[in-house]
């Protein structure tokens, strides 16, 4: 199968699943201690070998990669110094033609992060920009004056922590950064900026990237009056971000104007796609206008309330039913369970005091995932059932881009859920193999036991279930593009939820605890369903819908 394969009236970023790479801890090949590209090229295998009946492959459809190119990385790739070229870091821009050219000999397509709303400060447009107020670049970023007593020019904070204002000596000014001072926000108001960072699109659709997911894009556009943000009336929260609404460096309307003409460049070429992380406070209903009144902005926002909702039938489901009464018709939705901005769906959800069986949750989860009417986007290792790293000693901590203080709750490092992809159980989790080398970060400490090499041996292993989830998507029209239908309005211990198009009908069963009884509120055949996947039941035998469940049980069921 190659890129050019055609999904007849299906698109592939609806019906495929995207797999995120975070490329510094996926693998690493030359031995240095840090994941590359030709350490991904050697593992693609393992996403998807091309085979639909492999036993190995977990069978993906797309990777996403966490920024590459050229960067300092004081933001692990999030600070972009050269956009036209590939971090030394990861390789050469030759090796990622290499992966581009393999990805698409499987059948994997190729989704690069675009970080546009901010450069590195060491990109050669703010080092020309910071040098004077008279220089061509001068107007590429937002420069304000101090107040009357050297203050600085509002109350815009960022959101890693402090104020959103840096001074430079050079130009006697302050500009402003959403996030660190290492990372200035470029000013989308200048046409110029526009024009370059287009040009940069087009390059990459040129050498055949299939879409970009935008970071950070609802902070692309800024008052121009650099007026101050509003202080919520009951503003004490610790984290004094959100003390204020956001009213005039996030979510303008001229943002949804860029985001449209970044579509309008991605729809001249075939088959891409375009994602975009709306903001991580964001609501579903804040960020459903992200479609575009005419679904012409982004093909898939992602939205944070479904990953960080209680882990508890009835608040999943309330999730899942938002995003149907809001998704626009004629879109799609998309769902994830991690990434790397948030703990690992494991570590959130085992802590709480009901949660005692980690491969149920492990289960449960994945059969949610790839079972809703939507995109879902695994996370490196998800398919495994990694957990945080909690352990990693404070001189080893490579997410310091976090201001912190003891009066200021801002965020915790993320590195926890970016520990090394865990292969085996040599040294290293497999993951680097160079001679006294330490990884990057540290390896988790239980990767003896959780590797893709025991996993795979392993038929009731996490990872083979979500082989076989994502194998029977994949053979189901109703999983890929049917209606979704809960059978459980108020649900307690139990998800019971239908798939269903015109040919074919999946019934989804999950039970969250040890309650064996199992009630629907409507009307359903009880006779001759087939198992598809369930982790108590026999795959490919017909049965009638039981009236009570085992203990954590998941079945997918398809109606004959």
């Not at 492999?54 to 990385?73: F, V």
């Not at 709303?117 to 020309?128: A, G, I, P, Q």
């Not at 040129?206 to 509003?230: E, M």
């Not at 598809?532 to 469940?549: F, Q, Y």
Request: charged share 25%; with cysteine.
């Amino acid at each position: 199968m190659t890129r050019d394969t055609q999904l007849n009236s299906e698109k592939w970023w609806q019906t495929g699943v995207i797999y995120q790479i975070y490329p510094l801890t996926f693998a690493d090949a030359n031995g240095d201690g840090v994941g590359d590209l030709q350490g991904i090229i050697k593992k693609l295998d393992y996403l998807n070998d091309g085979n639909p009946n492999s036993e190995t492959s977990l069978g993906i459809d797309a990777i996403w990669l966490s920024p590459i190119n050229r960067s300092p990385m004081v933001d692990n790739g999030y600070d972009v110094s050269d956009y036209y070229d590939i971090s030394d870091t990861f390789g050469t821009l030759e090796d990622f033609e290499m992966l581009l050219a393999e990805s698409h000999q499987r059948g994997i397509r190729v989704i690069l992060d675009l970080v546009i709303n901010h450069t590195s400060n060491r990109h050669s447009w703010f080092l020309e920009s910071s040098s004077s107020r008279d220089n061509p670049k001068s107007d590429w970023y937002h420069w304000q004056d101090p107040e009357p007593d050297g203050g600085v020019p509002n109350n815009w904070l960022s959101y890693f922590g402090g104020t959103g204002w840096t001074f430079n000596e050079a130009r006697k000014q302050y500009y402003y950064h959403t996030f660190n001072k290492n990372q200035p926000d470029l000013n989308w108001g200048n046409p110029e900026v526009k024009e370059a960072i287009f040009q940069m699109i087009r390059f990459w659709l040129d050498k055949g990237v299939d879409g970009f997911r935008l970071d950070a894009s609802s902070v692309y556009s800024k008052d121009k009056y650099y007026r101050y943000n509003p202080v919520k009336f009951d503003a004490n929260d610790n984290n004094k971000y959100n003390n204020l609404h956001h009213l005039y460096d996030k979510n303008l309307p001229e943002n949804h104007h860029i985001i449209r003409e970044i579509r309008k460049i991605i729809d001249r070429y075939q088959d891409r796609v375009l994602i975009g992380e709306t903001f991580i406070d964001s609501t579903i209903y804040e960020s459903v206008i992200f479609y575009g009144i005419n679904n012409d902005e982004l093909h898939l926002p992602f939205t944070f309330e479904f990953p960080f909702s209680p882990w508890y039938p009835g608040y999943l489901q309330q999730e899942i039913a938002k995003k149907e009464l809001v998704t626009p018709s004629g879109a799609w939705a998309s769902y994830f369970l991690d990434n790397h901005d948030i703990p690992r769906h494991l570590s959130r959800w085992v802590e709480c005091s009901l949660c005692t069986n980690q491969l149920g949750i492990a289960q449960a989860a994945a059969a949610i995932l790839l079972t809703v009417r939507g995109t879902p986007i695994l996370y490196y290792g998800q398919e495994l059932g990694m957990v945080d790293n909690q352990d990693i000693p404070p001189e080893k901590i490579q997410d310091k881009i976090v201001v912190r203080s003891e009066t200021e709750d801002s965020p915790e490092s993320r590195d926890g859920a970016r520990t090394p992809m865990q292969w085996n159980d040599s040294v290293n989790a497999g993951f680097s193999f160079g001679k006294d080398i330490e990884p990057w970060l540290p390896v988790h400490k239980n990767y003896p036991e959780v590797n893709v090499a025991k996993e795979l041996k392993d038929r009731d292993s996490i990872f083979n279930f979500y082989r076989q989830l994502i194998k029977v998507r994949k053979n189901s029209e109703a999983l890929r593009l049917g209606s979704w239908k809960t059978l459980i309005h108020y649900p307690y211990e139990h998800l019971a939820y239908v798939r269903e198009t015109t040919d074919e009908k999946v019934l989804i069963i999950i039970n969250f605890s040890y309650e064996k009884d199992f009630e629907i509120d409507e009307y359903i055949a009880r006779e001759n369903w087939q198992v598809l996947v369930s982790n108590v039941l026999e795959a490919g035998k017909i049965i009638d819908l039981p009236s009570t469940l085992q203990p954590f049980e998941v079945s997918v069921l398809r109606k004959e």
